[in-house]
């Protein structure tokens, strides 16, 4: 009977850790989704414009345009968002 007791109280401790780190995991997708929606852009533009000068190519469109979408994500972070403005 201690056995089988001992083996109920276990698997909760064990059930409540998973839960715990579901939850962290679930948190830093929340915000990568974010951060992605935001600077993602910029990101993109930037590694192709690496990877244009990797390989040799002119890269100066694809930095010109990380610098655009950089500046359009910094605009876009610091306007006042409320409910009334959800859909813009």
């Known amino acids: ?7 109920l109280t276990t698997n909760r401790q064990g059930g409540q850790g998973m839960t715990e ?19 993602g852009k910029t990101i ?12 040799g190519t ?3 469109t694809a930095i010109q ?5 950089a500046a359009a994500a910094g ?4 306007t006042d968002k409320k409910m009334s403005t959800y859909g813009n």
């Open 58 to 60: 002119g890269s100066s």
């Open 65 to 69: 345009q990380a610098g655009t979408a």
């Open 1 to 7: 009977m201690k056995s089988l007791l001992h083996r």
């Open 21 to 39: 780190y579901i939850i962290i995991v679930a948190l830093i997708a929340v915000a990568a989704i974010g951060v992605y929606a935001l600077f």
């Open 44 to 55: 993109r533009n930037q590694v192709a414009g690496l990877a244009g000068e990797v390989a």
């Open 75 to 78: 605009s876009a972070a610091n």
